[in-house]
């Protein structure tokens, strides 16, 4: 896979409650030819999931990851973490058109879904589709620089 057409290299992080569909998704990546760095959790164990989205979102906000994926329950509070550190577009979709246009438009560099709201055929095409699907730039990365910085 080259640049233009999706990363090379991403960081995933879960909760216990998408344990199951961080496996999933990291065996599709692999075998997509993505070098995949797993931040955790490592089993259906019960934890909190601010844990691992902070060393999630820390790794990608710092440049050293260009882009991310965080998945727990519901996505929402992966999306409340990520979305804290400067320079972290986290986006939550679970469905496949905010995906899309979730890269076209808003540029996200970590993408976030909920394992308890979507089953792993829809996750595996969202992701499929937030990987491939580039960001549209012209007047999109003049909204972004507005608060991007923030
Ligand atoms: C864990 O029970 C659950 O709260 C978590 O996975 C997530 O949905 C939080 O936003």
């Known amino acids: 896979m080259t640049e233009a057409s ?3 290299r991403i960081i995933i992080g879960c909760d216990h409650a998408a344990y199951q569909l961080k496996e999933t ?3 599709a990546m692999t075998a997509q030819g993505i070098a995949v760095t797993d931040a955790g959790t490592h089993s259906e164990a019960s934890m909190d999931y601010p844990e691992t989205g902070r060393a999630v979102a820390a790794k990608v906000s710092s440049g050293e990851y260009e ?3 965080l998945i727990c ?3 929402l509070g992966m999306s409340m973490v990520a979305n804290k550190y400067p320079h972290v577009r986290a986006a ?3 469905d496949l058109f905010s995906a899309a246009m979730s890269r076209r438009h808003n540029n996200a560099n970590i993408l976030v879904m ?3 709201v979507i089953g792993d055929v829809l996750a ?3 992701l499929r589709t937030w990987l491939e699907t580039p960001f549209e730039a012209g007047r999109h990365q003049r909204r972004l620089d507005m608060f991007d910085s923030i």
Request: with cysteine; proline share 5%; charged share 30%.
């Open 92 to 94: 939550l979709c679970n």
């Open 6 to 8: 999706g990363p090379k």
């Open 73 to 75: 329950g519901t996505g």
């Open 25 to 27: 998704l990291k065996k």
């Open 67 to 69: 882009r991310g994926i």
């Open 114 to 116: 909920g394992g308890r």
């Open 124 to 126: 595996l095409e969202i």
